[in-house]
């Protein structure tokens, strides 16, 4: 499976974006589809998931301004990013596994990963 992940940019902290992540090679309905983050110098941390079952995951700095969802007709994920605050800071991943409901949160677990694509919150 192959992840593009695009949609990042600069913006003003309280600003939105909204990242896509294009699959190819496999289909995001069969794969839990996640989103991870990686700021200079910190290890890369979950922020949001969409399991295959179609149950959502989110960190909690980010659950209630970040929501992800999928678009299976496009084998699209996305994540839509509001009041953005400039510890969002970072770059984003997205990523394909199969990991159990409990460990959703676990970069270990997935097998298939994007290259990335940075957003950058001004203050």
């Known amino acids: 499976v192959q992840l593009q992940a695009s949609g990042g940019g600069l913006v003003q902290a309280g600003d939105s974006l909204r990242l896509s992540c294009a699959a190819s090679?496999?289909?995001?309905?069969?794969?839990?589809m996640g989103w991870f983050r990686q700021a200079p110098g910190k290890e890369r941390e979950f922020v949001a998931a969409?399991?295959?079952?179609?149950?959502?995951y989110y960190q909690d700095s980010t659950r209630g301004r970040f929501t992800v969802s999928r678009d299976s007709a496009k084998n699209t994920v996305y994540l839509q990013m509001n009041s953005l605050k400039p510890d969002d800071t970072a770059v984003y991943y997205c990523?394909?596994?199969?990991?159990?409901?409990?460990?959703?949160?676990?970069?270990?677990?997935?097998?298939?990963w994007g290259q990335g694509t940075q957003v950058t919150v001004s203050s």
């Open positions: 990523a394909a596994g199969r990991p159990p409901a409990g460990s959703m949160y676990s970069r270990a677990l997935y097998r298939y």
């Open positions: 090679g496999g289909t995001v309905s069969a794969y839990s």
């Open positions: 969409f399991r295959w079952t179609g149950h959502t």
